[in-house]
């Protein structure tokens, strides 16, 4: 039973039973503590936790419900691109619950329940499943036609998602250029080392990365990962030319690197409100917080675009870890490694109590590690590698059993999946790169010939090696992407020539560099990476969730494929698949290898849909940026002014009235 | 089958599915597990047929359809470069109107607007045309006159159309600013309660399904490389997959539109831009109508998912880029908060573009061309979607008897070189 | 946006201009037939792929000029002197390819070579732009 029922049961409140001693590593600060409410209960947390994690350390689950059959819904990759734990922040809809840090006071509701997250009444979906296959909804409703209207009044009952409110502040938050002659995308070790070798060729560097620290996969890498991290978080401090963003996500790359990134963080007041030492600005846009910043309780998150034309930019996401497809993989309790790698290092959570996991690679094994440390009962590991698979999982509102491959039921309440990676190649696709499939390693590749010249890639998604040789080839890049750069200054200035002088004395340390130097370096040596065999697992034996946003199974996969919708693209859109709010990172590769395994063709055959910008989603206000209203006075304006005349406002003119 | 405004022969016999869609359906074959045929079948391609459409989108799929069902003509081939409906026919943002502004405008879209009103029950596929009222809105007075005008001439067409003030606009859009405060005030709207939004592809796969049951052959992944012209006439069509003999090819492709008509050496008047559009996460329902501003060149709507459909005016410049642009959201962003404040929070979730050729007038080219045998339905702007319907039962008409349709007698490509261009500028430049 | 080559105001974004569009030779008014004039008014050639195009900078210098791009890529290379009349004459020298990618990185591949283009350009243009905008 969760915790919050044993709390209720002892008419207590909830407590962390699931918080683990410190970890080393861990991001969570235990001298203060916070406390924040979960459909009207409170619950205790530390500054650095995310909302998941703190409700994972009180015991919960269950998040949310799913779109179509409202099925219970868990924990899945702790990140920001976690499916079920999508919650609403007062009157912010569709929060990220796995990313979003707790701040004191805060409000938190799951969505889209009635009565109930617990007893929800649209659960009854689940036994019309059979019926209501993807696409139903084109087979049916047409007659007769004056009833369409209340059809689709029912359809839209069933809507899943947070809601808006016609109170909302307008918010409109101020926005910001940036001219970085590099811009990394991607704060794990790869990024973090061209950064700095970027930065020590005298390039001016910005490094973006999603999570709330830099480090990447780093941060759960034991004592050695986090030795290494140190020694590359001080060498990037080390910089003076190297602007770090974190909690930022780069949206997209257009046409002439021309970057979107979108800075996350609380911490800074939304436009015209009052900060710490300014005086009194204009009516502030947004929220107005009372008091100075710094010390108001509740922070309301604010984005706030970063718009940059890089010269070069530095492709450096890592992979995003792949869901396997079966019977039950999306119940609560089902979980992937890198999700409980970080539970239990950042957050000093334990994911449950007795474990089954099917690893088919080393992190899968170092999530085991993890798991024996925090003191979970591994009570079966299946390794992929040598034929072992998982069948199935059951129980109802979590995971309860387990079968194996070899018929055995198991009981456990925490099953765990490292299957394999995606490449997340947006940024990528956008500069003209079309990936192409590694049977060898189980995924997609840049296509290094096909990129623009003022795209570079590192780290895992370009390929595999220990650390030393992913630092090597990142570093490798970065003092590239810095030559380029140089290069790119220097032939702007000349493709302009009235402007040439003026352009040299206004460029950076880059353009200096390269006005200085008579002879231009030669490129770099790029060392190659290996790639490593990885067992190609999308999906088992068993029917299961392929998105999970969007509650559409490898059987509705297979029968659109059967009713002609036999391309990757027809399937999608008639399934919804990849269409909800993770657009894909999950669930591509994924439905890729079962529109294959159906239509007989192979994976790099049949092709992937598209990725498109933006790279994570990204508010309308955050978007619009402030509204700057102009003003507009006649010359005569002091006159009439003088002279007593009333104002009379036409358009954006003030004319004088009388 | 009634008898259409521009007296055309009525279908013969109804389309013969190869199993009919309906709820008894999903729960008969719920119950015993059994999976539906294919939607339209897959046939190998042959090396002649009567007529050759380039291009599967709603224009090509529809005239297929209309050959085979009102002329019976089904001795046809749609080829398709890419996948059915993967041009703009499967990237427009959905939305039906008829409110135009020139009578032959009105009359030509309202035809539309019938025959999707049909369209479920003539295709038994669920193409979800929710008729909820489509609103322009006027910010300043020269646009609420260009309104009344265009209410006006819909009212004389028997199209539903009239000019309503700020607080009915205000009851239909709970959201909307219409405060005198606001940057653009709203003056007013045009307000169309035929007008609405339908999901694209299934009107795609709908007409695929009919044409396909009718007999029509649908040829995807196979793209035109050449046209063979000899002697001022069509002889046939190379592609990648082999060539095909012919006399009758209608180019109904949209971004490729002047590819193709070079191929068989029709020069016309069309430059291709992109459109872009976005869509934002789902949010629980609370937009029941289009609202469209011409002034703020933005439209927006909700689809029964939740999620909100924005498109603005093309890009600034020809491209036949589909990547989007951030200029492109963000200006959109901007305008959507003039007009709704409150949803300053609800995110935006993908942004796409497809490709459009403008002419000179907004209107299409439609018809023949000097090249006997090679027919033409490009031009389309950002208004080919909800013609879909009414230009390929033209064209089919156009083909089977040789004549051109008084209906698009304005839109033949001769009406450049004899300077007879049709005026649909304020009701077209902003498509939506 | 994309970045233009704008010779008098260095690389800008193409939000400061204004597209005017496919470089068309204008018939003589006093000569010409109709048809011939509705063709120089309407038809344009719209390739997928490079083509020569003149850009006004509406918000900075207002010189119209000339520029090579790739309509799907978007990448942007400065017209070459030689295709622009008045070069010499404006005396703009121009360096030796071996600046490299010398154009607006577009999406894909490498630009041409660096060249005078925009002051020549912009002289160049001068003549025919006027007509064409």
């Known amino acids: ?658 | 089958m009634q008898a259409s405004a521009n007296g055309h022969r009525p279908g013969r016999g109804r389309t013969r599915y190869p199993a009919r869609y309906s709820a008894f359906g999903l729960l008969r074959r719920g119950l015993v597990q059994q999976e539906w045929p294919p939607a339209w079948r897959s046939q190998p391609m042959k090396d002649r047929y009567d007529v050759v459409i380039v291009g599967g989108g709603v224009h090509g799929l529809a005239a297929a359809y209309y050959l085979a069902a009102n002329h019976g003509i089904t001795d046809v081939a749609v080829l398709e470069q890419g996948y059915l409906g993967s041009g703009g026919s499967g990237r427009n943002t959905a939305i039906l109107r008829s409110n135009y502004l020139t009578p032959e405008g009105v009359r030509f879209y309202d035809r539309s607007i019938k025959l999707y009103q049909r369209l479920a029950a003539d295709l038994d596929f669920n193409v979800m045309f929710s008729q909820r009222g489509h609103l322009t809105l006027a910010h300043s007075d020269a646009s609420l006159r260009t309104m009344r005008w265009r209410a006006e001439v819909n009212k004389i067409e028997g199209v539903d159309s009239d000019v309503i003030g700020p607080a009915e606009v205000k009851r239909l859009v709970p959201f909307l600013d219409v405060s005198a405060a606001a940057r653009y005030p709203v003056l007013g709207a045009l307000w169309h309660p035929p007008g609405g939004i339908i999901r694209h592809d299934a009107v795609v796969w709908g007409y695929a399904r009919g044409a396909s049951a009718r007999g029509v052959h649908l040829h995807q992944n196979t793209e035109v490389t050449g046209i063979d012209v000899a002697d001022g006439r069509v002889r046939g069509v190379r592609t990648s997959r082999g060539d095909i003999a012919t006399r009758v090819v209608l180019n109904a492709t949209a971004g490729w539109s002047t590819l193709i008509s070079d191929m068989a050496g029709v020069a016309m008047p069309v430059q291709t831009f992109p459109l872009q559009a976005a869509v934002t996460e789902p949010v629980k329902p609370f937009l029941s109508t289009v609202v469209v501003s011409g002034t703020l060149h933005v439209y927006v709507s909700q689809t029964d998912r939740g999620e909100l459909v924005f498109g603005a005016s093309v890009d600034p410049f020809t491209s036949y880029s589909t990547r989007g642009s951030l200029e492109f959201i963000e200006g959109l962003a901007g305008h959507v908060l003039e007009l709704m404040p409150a949803l300053t929070k609800v995110r935006v979730l993908r942004q796409w573009s497809g490709l459009c050729d403008m002419t000179p007038d907004f209107s299409p080219i439609m018809g023949r061309t000097p090249v006997d045998g090679f027919l033409t339905d490009v031009g389309w702007g950002t208004y080919g979607f909800k013609a879909g319907p009414v230009a390929g039962e033209a064209m089919a008409e156009c083909i089977a008897s040789g004549r051109t349709p008084e209906i698009i007698a304005a839109f033949g490509l001769a009406r450049f070189a004899d300077g007879a261009l049709v005026g649909e500028k304020g009701a077209a430049a902003v498509g939506h | ?133």
Not at chain 1, 264 to 277: K, Q, S
Not at chain 1, 383 to 401: C, E, H, I, W
Not at chain 1, 480 to 504: F, N, T, Y
């Open chain 1, 1 to 658: 039973m969760s915790a919050r029922a044993a709390a209720q049961r002892r008419g207590s409140a909830p407590v962390a039973a699931m918080r683990l001693s410190p970890q080393p590593g861990e991001v969570i600060d235990r001298s203060r503590e916070l406390s924040f409410s979960w459909n009207g209960v409170e619950y205790p947390a530390y500054h650095g936790d995310t909302i998941i994690s703190a409700l994972a350390a009180a015991g919960e689950r269950v998040f949310s419900r799913s779109l179509k059959y409202h099925r219970p819904r868990g924990l899945l990759t702790a990140g920001f691109h976690d499916p079920g734990c999508m919650v609403q922040v007062g009157d912010e809809p569709n929060v990220r619950g796995a990313h979003r840090l707790v701040s004191g006071g805060m409000t938190v509701g799951s969505q889209n329940t009635w009565p109930s997250l617990r007893f929800d009444a649209k659960g009854v979906n689940r036994l019309a499943g059979r019926y209501l296959t993807a696409g139903f909804y084109y087979k049916t409703f047409m007659q007769p036609r004056a009833l369409w209207p209340a059809y689709e009044g029912v359809l839209r009952r069933f809507v899943n998602a947070g809601s808006v409110s016609p109170d909302t502040a307008p918010g409109r938050p101020e926005q910001r250029y940036a001219h970085p002659d590099v811009l990394v995308a991607g704060g794990g070790p790869a990024g973090m080392a061209a950064a700095v070798a970027a930065a020590r060729a005298g390039a001016h560097v910005m490094l973006v990365e999603e999570d709330h620290q830099l480090g990447g996969h780093l941060r759960w890498g034991g004592e050695a990962g986090l030795a290494a991290l140190g020694e590359l978080a001080a060498q990037v401090a080390a910089e003076p030319g190297i602007e770090v963003l974190t909690d930022a996500v780069v949206l997209g790359r257009y046409d002439g690197n021309w970057i979107a990134v979108l800075e996350r963080g609380p911490g800074r007041p939304a436009a015209g409100a009052a900060a710490p030492g300014d005086s009194a600005g204009p009516v502030a846009a947004g929220p107005v917080a009372a008091g100075p910043v710094a010390a108001s309780p509740v922070v309301a998150s604010t984005e706030r675009l970063v718009k940059a034309r890089a010269k070069t930019l530095v492709v450096a996401p890592g992979l995003i870890e792949r869901p396997y497809v079966f019977a039950g993989n999306d119940l609560p309790g089902v979980m992937l490694s890198t999700a409980v790698r970080r539970l239990i290092n950042l957050y000093a959570v334990k994911p449950g109590e007795r474990a089954v996991v099917l690893t088919a690679n080393a992190d899968g094994d170092a999530a085991v590690a993890d798991l024996k440390r925090a003191g979970v009962d591994i009570v079966r590991v299946e390794d992929a590698r040598l034929g072992g698979d998982v069948v199935a999982a059951s129980g109802r509102g979590g995971v309860r059993a387990v079968e194996v491959a070899d018929g055995t039921r198991i009981l456990c309440d925490l099953l765990v999946t490292a299957v394999g990676w995606t490449a997340p190649t947006a940024l990528l696709n956008a500069s003209g790169d079309r990936p192409v499939y590694s049977a060898r390693a189980a995924r997609f590749f840049p296509d290094l010939a096909r990129l623009s010249d003022d795209v570079l890639v590192t780290g895992g998604i370009a390929g595999d090696g220990g650390l030393a040789e992913l630092t090597q080839h990142a570093t490798a890049i970065g003092t590239e992407a810095a030559r380029r750069a140089a290069r790119i200054a220097r032939a702007r200035s000349l493709a302009c020539p009235a402007s040439a002088a003026a352009a040299a004395s206004a460029a950076g340390t880059v353009g200096a560099v390269a006005a200085a130097s008579s002879a231009e370096p030669g490129p770099v040596a790029i060392p190659g990476l290996p790639v490593d065999a990885h067992p190609e697992l999308f999906a088992g034996r068993t029917h299961g969730m392929v998105d999970f946003s969007e509650d559409v199974s490898s059987k509705d996969l297979l029968g659109a494929v059967a009713e002609g919708y036999d391309s990757v693209e027809l399937a999608k859109r008639f399934t919804t698949a990849t269409m909800g709010p993770l657009q894909g990172k999950l669930e591509t590769i994924n439905a890729v290898a079962i529109v294959a395994s159906a239509t007989g063709q192979s994976i790099a055959e049949t092709g992937t849909t598209t990725w498109r910008p933006p790279y994570a989603p990204v508010t309308l206000g955050a978007l619009a940026g402030p509204a700057h209203q102009p003003v507009r006075y006649s010359p005569m304006q002091p006159w009439h002014e003088a002279h007593g005349a009333a104002p009379l406002v036409a358009g954006a003119w003030i004319r004088p009235d009388r």
């Open chain 3, 1 to 133: 946006m994309i970045l233009l080559p704008c010779a008098w105001c260095g690389p800008r974004d193409a939000a400061e201009f204004q597209h005017v569009g496919e470089v068309v030779t204008r018939p003589d008014p006093r000569t010409a037939t109709p048809a011939q004039w509705r063709a120089y008014l309407y038809l344009r050639a719209n390739p997928r792929g490079w083509t020569v195009e003149t850009w006004y900078h509406r918000m900075g210098c207002r010189r119209f000029f000339k520029v090579e791009r790739h309509t799907e890529t978007n990448e942007v290379r400065p017209v070459t002197a030689a295709e622009v009349p008045g070069a010499a004459a404006a005396g703009v020298a121009g360096p030796a390819g071996a600046a490299g990618p010398a154009g607006m990185a577009g999406t894909a591949g490498t630009a041409g070579t660096a060249g005078p283009a925009g002051a020549a350009g912009a002289a160049g243009a001068a003549g025919t732009a006027g007509a064409s905008g």
